[in-house]
């Protein structure tokens, strides 16, 4: 299984941004969704979290701003990001709880992907 993310790269504060994460390999299913980040010198934090039925939840500081949503059918989970702020700065990770078609359920990470708000 891997979970592979695009879509990062140099945005202008106040700007968009959508990053994306599929999963692929011997996915059966896959439960709860996510996105963290990691800025430079800080612990890496929960974003955005979508579960298998649609409910999200949102880091305070980003409520408003981002949506999580996902596509079944794709394996995909998004995050639509407006109204962007140097402080969104930081390496974007997507996390999925993935059923293989062993039945085992294991936590998987993406490789990162970086998002720089600067003018």
């Known amino acids: 299984v891997q979970l592979v993310e695009s879509g990062g790269g140099l945005v202008q504060p106040g700007g968009s941004r959508r990053l994306s994460c599929a999963a692929s390999?011997?996915?059966?299913?896959?439960?709860?969704m996510s996105w963290y980040r990691q800025a430079p010198g800080k612990q890496r934090e929960l974003v955005a979290g979508i579960t298998s039925g649609g409910s999200t939840n949102y880091l305070d500081s980003v409520r408003g701003r981002f949506t999580i949503s996902r596509d079944n059918a794709k394996n995909t989970v998004y995050l639509q990001m407006v109204s962007l702020k140097p402080e969104d700065t930081a390496v974007y990770y997507c996390n999925a709880q993935i059923r293989s078609y062993d039945m085992r359920v294991d936590d998987y990470w993406g490789q990162g992907t970086q998002v720089t708000v600067s003018s």
């Open positions: 390999g011997s996915v059966f299913s896959i439960n709860a």
